[in-house]
């Protein structure tokens, strides 16, 4: 019996060498595919701690926010807006505002509730701009707001 299986993987040996086919061992350290782990026993990347997964928010990506209002639909700088709209989703699954003519400016916001956010018109030029909101399901644009001279 030992003779016949060491003959089969002999024969499977030859078979897969012979077809082209090559049969690739692992190196130590590789990141192989689906395992979670490397060669040397360390977590990669797509590795979980299951502490962290308790606390990680799960963010509904389907619902897609969308802004209804801006109210007022003008302000200078610093005053206070507010966003209405809908699918803005919770709060640790909110990424943030912002408007179109600040670039990449931080703005100030208070998220309120899953359908009210309120913001802080940044100091920018006068003139439109477009507000953004950034929520679990993507991202939503206001029509054209108007940034007052201070």
Known sequence: MTISFHFFLFLSWL??????????????GMIVEGAGYTLHDA??????????LEKDP???SS???KILRVEPDEAK????????GENFGTRDCFRGVAFSAAGPTKIDYTFVNETTV?????????GMSFIDVV????????????????
Do not use: W, Y
């Open 77 to 84: 700088p610093g005053q206070t807006i507010t966003l209405k």
């Open 135 to 150: 929520a679990g399901g993507g991202n939503a644009r206001s029509k054209a707001f108007l940034v007052q001279p201070k």
């Open 15 to 28: 078979m897969l060498s012979h077809a082209g086919l090559q049969v690739t061992l692992a190196e130590e």
């Open 63 to 65: 619902r897609k926010p």
């Open 118 to 126: 309120e913001v802080t018109v940044p100091d920018i030029q006068p």
């Open 43 to 52: 977590e990669s990347i797509k590795g979980h701690d299951e502490q962290q």
């Open 58 to 60: 799960v963010c509904d």
